[in-house]
């Protein structure tokens, strides 16, 4: 029965301890006051400065029993192994408090280290006695006795004299643990260890002192204080239990790594060894001596939790200590691995094998702010100090972020381990670290991650990244390979180089304004005409200082000259530019005299454009590098009602012209207006210019006009693809202020996009593409493109839409004024507007759309459907005369019409319905027709009513020139045999001027 009634005593004292936090010492115990840990008095909790007398030695227990009462001891601040302890004088120094019921428990277990001095006279560590008479003795005092100093645990009981322990132990001079242990459930209930090793132990009972204070550095408690201690004492704990061997081995174990003293016994936590690296701090432990006898959950001082072993069996051990006593964490970058860790670690002893534990941080003092939230916090446990192949385990942080835990953790004997996280990835030179690209480069997920160039490294960036920030270390450079993104989402901070290679973009993607910085640079090229007559239109991807000044451009030789002549040199080194055709523009519409001159040292704001004329090389490109800190952010600038502006993408990366549009809808009449030279242009006269607008809008694109002759470009086209959705780096352009108010740029406007691919387009550059199904193929919106060519080859692309957000009448945004004054021109025609572009919000059969053309050289025009998206295959779509009721299918051919009245003509309108029978030639006779004689060179007319009607004919070539005229003709028959071979157009003009016949026929 007393067998059953230990074994349930065991049980539930082992289910109770599990429950406190094992705050105490060794992780034995609660410093909260709930568990059996009724005292601990630890010198290292005490505030005071070296060598003062303090008189309160307070209860770090969590129970308050603080000892206020006595003379108190000279507190050292560093005393053994940096910890503080109090220096006892043998004379009166001591601590005192009145009598308290729960430190004088019934059983006890009680931990000191000490460091006595050897003396002829009684030396009280802790008195717990009453002895009134000399012969009633109560309580119990721990002595190291006079002369030979070995240690002594007394004992009173009622009406019989004091009963000794004595120990064969002198620690004198050296520091030292004592542990007494009482308790009533064994046969020898008193016993004493030195240093963890068993010194003595007796069979006597303890009657409770009831009524005396408790002394520590000296006794004799019933009157005056007597056998002062003389030395110094560090701590001393006390349970008000017989707590099991596990525990007092862990405690032990605490105490010898903390004050610096071996064990005699048990001394399994190694690593406080100077040679194992003094892991001496916060030493904690579990483990188990035999079935019951353990501990499974230690904390301590520190701010590791070990619990849960898997696999605990008797003389299983697991300690572990820090390497730094009273740390302040923080994190430092681990240059083997460059993570961030931190600046402390800790170290274990594990005897024999106890399976996987669970492991737990308290974070109270540890600043994880700087912790990415999108990365773990990361225990690491490696057999080496520097952590360079280490074992990983993610840690699962609590909502209130104040622990961090996981489980099934597996350590061996000797490893380090501590906290981690991931922050950066970096670029050393020769490698690559953490990123989740091509060799540990940044990738596309690493969004949360920095990216580090570190200093004097030079590498490449050959795959599309998108980092948290980018920062590059005087003398680093990173290159980063034409057509990849790297997308950042805060700052860029550029102490050395980055060079964005091809059609490498940059994209900054947070929403305030810039915080970029550095004194190194970012390097961007972009290449413009050469032709020195042509205008560039820029807008700078970079600053210097906030602003920048076209000075500030460079060729591969270095920085671009400039001076004041009429042309450009390119064959100085570097080139030299001419400043004369430096300009911005922000005035009213269609005032020339409002262009403002620059100079080369002009300081121009990121997203203002301006004019630069071409170099002159041979090559038709120029290439221009521009070096700076990479604008980026929000940009604003206040705009007036009517006037132009002259704008630019001021990123180094496209500029999706949706959002832009989008984002000043309120400000702007909603197109963008991009100039385009003909690559022919060879005069710096504005008469002489030939060129014009192309336009962008949230309905579609239009070219600017072309010269189709072949005789400036080998496809036959010689101007650039109608623009996408996305500007190009450096690209300016126009806009039109509708109301005042301010355009603003910002970072949700940029895109990445590659001009090779279509995807965006670069106007100025040499390139020549008509408007390609990629830039559209993602638009299921209904569009025609029409195409006019006048008789000298020039032509122009007018845009048809349709789109629910559109209405019948003017849809800012939707349709497009006509930016441009054309010698031959054509424009659709809503209200008092010509348009380029003109939005409908359906398609409907009925519409009849009214066209303007502008002739200013006779001849034969050409109309015809470019490219259509979404039109159904049974829509006609005719040009029709409202002069002659005539109507072209221009879905079957392209519509040739004589226009010999120079003028404006608006009897043109595009429908997509005949009102009558169709006649798709130009006459009223059906059955007229022509036939070509090879053989006598003669032209036969056939079925003309009546030859004497004809007033005049006229042969006309395909390009509107007049070859041939006659005012009469006597026979159905022409000679042509002095006409070269080719394609010639007839026109018969009647004496009625009712009827008149063209007709195309060939002559070979």
């Not at 322990?165 to 520091?175: E, K, L, P, R, V």
């Not at 221009?890 to 429908?911: K, M, P, T, W, Y």
């Not at 004809?950 to 509107?960: A, P, R």
Request: aromatic share 12%; hydrophobic share 30%; with cysteine.
């Amino acid at each position: 029965m007393k067998y059953l009634k230990s074994i349930l005593i065991l049980i539930v004292f082992t289910f109770f301890n599990f429950s406190y936090s094992q705050t105490g010492p060794g992780g034995v115990g609660s410093n909260d006051g709930s568990s059996n840990l009724v005292l601990w008095l630890n010198a290292d909790d005490i505030t005071g400065t070296n060598g003062s007398t303090i008189t309160n030695w307070t209860d770090s227990s969590g129970n308050n029993y603080d000892f206020t009462v006595g003379n108190g001891a000279t507190f050292n601040t560093a005393t053994v192994n940096g910890y503080p302890a109090f220096n006892f004088d043998g004379t009166n120094d001591y601590f005192e408090r009145a009598f308290t019921s729960n430190i004088t428990p019934a059983e006890f277990t009680i931990f000191s280290s000490t460091n006595v001095n050897s003396s002829t006279s009684y030396k009280a560590v802790i008195s717990n006695r009453d002895d009134p008479s000399g012969s009633e003795t109560r309580g119990f005092i721990l002595y190291s006795i006079p002369n030979n100093n070995n240690w002594q645990f007394w004992t009173g009981r009622t009406n019989n004299p004091w009963q000794s322990t004595t120990g064969g132990t002198s620690t004198a001079g050296n520091w030292a643990g004592q542990t007494l242990q009482y308790t009533t459930a064994a046969t020898n209930n008193k016993t004493l260890y030195i240093n963890g090793s068993l010194d003595a132990t007796s069979t006597h009972t303890m009657a409770s002192n009831t009524v005396r204070p408790i002394r520590i550095g000296a006794g004799r408690n019933e009157i005056t204080p007597n056998y002062y201690f003389n030395g110094d004492i560090g701590e001393v704990i006390m349970y008000d239990t017989d707590i099991n061997a596990a525990q007092r081995i862990i405690v032990d174990n605490y105490l010898s790594a903390k004050y610096n003293y071996s064990l005699a016994a048990n001394d399994l936590y190694t690593q406080d060894n100077p040679a194992n690296g003094n892991f001496d701090h916060d030493v904690a432990g579990i483990g188990q001596v035999a079935s019951g006898i353990r501990h499974r959950n230690s904390q301590g001082t520190g701010i590791v939790r070990i619990s849960n072993p898997s696999a605990l069996s008797d003389g299983d051990y697991l300690f572990w200590g820090e390497e730094t006593k009273d740390p302040t964490y923080n994190f430092y970058t681990n240059t083997t691995n460059y993570y961030e860790q931190l600046n402390s670690k800790w170290r274990v002893s594990k005897i024999n094998d106890l399976g996987t534990v669970r492991v737990r941080f308290f974070l109270h003092s540890i600043d994880l702010t700087d912790k990415p939230s999108c990365q773990p916090l990361q225990l690491v446990v490696d057999n080496d100090s520097n952590f360079s192949s280490p074992t990983v385990y993610n840690l699962t942080i609590n909502s209130s972020e104040t622990r961090a835990t996981v489980s099934n953790v597996t350590f061996n004997d000797g490893d380090y381990f501590t906290l981690r996280y991931l922050d950066q990835i970096v670029w050393d030179g020769t490698n690559f670290f953490n990123g989740s690209g091509t060799e540990n480069a940044p990738g596309n997920t690493d969004s949360c991650l920095k990216f580090t160039i570190k200093s004097g490294a030079a590498g490449i960036l050959n795959n599309n990244a998108n980092v948290r920030e980018i920062e590059i270390e005087t003398g680093g450079t990173i290159s980063v390979s034409s057509g990849i993104s790297i997308s950042v989402e805060n700052q860029v901070v550029i102490n050395g180089v980055m060079n964005l290679l091809g059609e490498a973009q940059l994209i900054q993607n947070h929403s305030t304004t810039t915080s970029n910085s550095g004194s190194g640079y970012l390097s961007v090229n972009q290449q413009g005409s050469s032709n020195l007559h042509n205008y560039n239109y820029w807008s700078s991807p970079v600053n210097n200082g906030g602003s920048w000044q076209i000075g500030d451009l460079e060729d591969a030789n270095g920085v671009i000259n400039f001076n004041n002549a009429l042309n450009a040199n390119a064959n100085t080194t570097p080139i030299t530019l001419s400043s004369r055709w430096l300009y911005s523009f922000n005035g009213l519409s269609n005032t020339y005299s409002q262009w403002n001159s620059l100079s080369d040292t002009s300081n121009l704001l990121p997203g203002i454009g301006y004019t630069m004329k071409g170099s002159g090389t041979a090559s038709p490109e120029q290439e221009y590098i521009f070096k700076g800190i990479p604008n980026d952010g929000n940009y604003s600038y206040p705009a007036i009602a009517n006037n132009d502006f002259l704008v630019g993408n001021p990123y180094p990366s496209a500029l999706n012209a949706d959002q832009f549009i989008n984002d000043n809808s309120t400000v702007i009449d909603g197109t963008l207006y991009f100039w385009e030279h003909f690559t022919s242009n060879s005069s710096h006269y504005l008469a002489d210019y030939e060129g014009g607008y192309a336009t962008y809008n949230l309905m579609m694109p239009t070219p600017a006009v072309a010269d189709n002759s072949g005789l400036t470009s080998g496809d036959g086209y010689t101007s650039k693809a109608a623009p996408t959705s996305n500007i190009p780096i450096g690209q300016g352009f126009f806009v039109t202020i509708a109301n005042s108010g301010n355009l603003v740029f910002n970072n949700q406007q940029r895109i990445f996009a590659r001009e090779s691919l279509s995807e965006a387009i670069f106007y100025k550059s040499s390139l020549k593409n008509k408007i390609t199904a990629s830039s559209i193929s993602k638009d299921k919106r209904s569009k025609i493109w029409f195409s006019f060519k006048e008789p000298k080859n020039i032509t122009k692309i007018i845009g048809l839409g349709y789109d629910t957000k559109a209405s019948m009448l003017y849809d800012s945004g939707y349709d497009a004024k006509a930016y441009d004054d054309l010698r031959n021109d054509i424009n659709w025609i809503l209200g008092e507007n010509k348009l380029v572009v003109q939005a409908l919000p359906k398609i409907n059969i009925d519409d009849e759309l009214p066209l303007s053309i502008k002739v200013t050289d006779p001849g034969i025009y050409k109309f015809s459907i470019d490219k259509m998206q979404y039109i159904p295959d049974t829509m006609n779509v005719f040009l029709k005369d409202n002069h002659k009721n005539i109507y072209y299918n221009l879905r079957q051919d392209e519509a040739q019409v004589l226009l010999d009245n120079v003028g404006n003509h608006a009897e043109f309108s595009i429908v997509f319905k005949e009102d009558t029978i169709l006649n798709t030639a130009e006459f009223s006779n059906d059955n007229f027709f022509t036939t070509y004689n090879a053989e006598t060179k003669l032209l036969e007319l056939h079925n003309i009513d009546n030859l004497i009607n004809i007033e005049t004919l006229s042969i006309y070539s395909v390009l509107g020139q007049k070859i041939m005229h006659l005012n009469s003709l006597e026979t159905n028959t022409i000679n042509i045999s002095n006409l070269s071979n080719g394609i010639y157009i007839l026109k018969v003009n009647t004496k009625s001027h009712e009827n008149s016949i063209s007709y195309k026929f060939s002559k070979y």
